[in-house]
């Protein structure tokens, strides 16, 4: 399981011979930035996080890129680790707010790691799709003057998990339209950022908030399933059972539709003393997650980003 918060942490894919360079803004990104912001890009090669690009040649993609199921097939491996990315980034986001009554706000994502690809006459093969729901956030630290002077409006800022969360993964266009539906059409990024003000302010912890936000997702699967399936819609059908199936049916529940324990003990980074002290009862599992969610909150929140970041972003 990849760790989302530690500096310059290598991707699945390590090679770098079809790795794009820096792209200029597109006209979607200046429509997403009235006020003229540009979005600071970096490309998969710099292994500023753990951003992936799809470990396929350009030549391959161009033979199947009019064919969207052979598409499907080819970025199969890599939109599960999206399904898995997206979850796995929002606990660690809930563990960062717990308790810190902070009251975040979703803001402008002016941040990305990772680029799409063209083909070789220039059309587009593949998107940078950011696998959090929520990339960038705004909350009471931008009303601290001295944090504000920084450039601070949130607790994220300036750590190396900000970035995380604004890491990629190389996908089809298909799958960020997938993520545009579920993330707007279906209110989920909404319904996501309630649940974390709520574990901001105590009413809940990381781990309950973590199995709402699965059982939203997986209440909003059921019905695109079922849309897309009355469309007729192959692609679409097949996306959403690979996305769910990711997301839920076998990797986070058990048949009790909670999330297993063997997913959270990895993401806390359990020892296998600790696992063996969880087993043995109720009361010391919860005070060994509650510690071991303390100590992760203070190292997401303190491990900073490179000083020598900037340099290495473009516009």
Known sequence: MMRFFNL????????????PKITVITTQDKRSH??????????YQENITA????????????SSKANPEAMLALSKESIIEHAHRRVDLFFYTLIAYYKTHKTPEQDVTNLQHGR????????????????????SFIDDTHRDQEKLKLGHK?????????????????????????????????????????????????????????NLFLKML?????????????ESNQLKTNLVALVRKSTSNENFFYKTKF?????????????EDQKLKCSRSHEEREHIYLEKILALQKEILTTQEDPNLDRRLKL
């Open 8 to 19: 310059a942490k290598k991707s699945k894919i390590q090679t770098s011979a079809f790795l």
């Open 34 to 43: 009235p006020h003229g912001r540009r979005r600071r890009r970096s490309a």
């Open 51 to 62: 951003a992936l690009a799809l470990p396929l040649a350009t030549e391959t993609l161009e």
């Open 116 to 135: 799409g690809r063209n083909s070789h006459d220039k059309h587009n093969i593949l998107q940078a799709c950011h696998s959090s729901l929520i990339p």
């Open 154 to 210: 949130s607790i994220l800022c300036g750590t190396h998990f900000m970035h995380s969360l604004n890491s990629t993964v190389e996908l089809p266009a298909f799958v960020n339209e997938f993520d545009s539906v579920l993330e707007t059409s279906y209110s989920c990024r909404t319904k996501s950022m309630r649940i974390i003000k709520n574990v901001s302010e105590g009413k809940l912890n990381p781990i309950q908030g973590l």
């Open 218 to 230: 997986d209440q909003t699967f059921i019905k695109l399933e079922e849309n897309y399936l009355t």
């Open 259 to 271: 999330i297993r324990d063997d997913y959270i003990e990895s993401m806390l980074r359990l020892t």
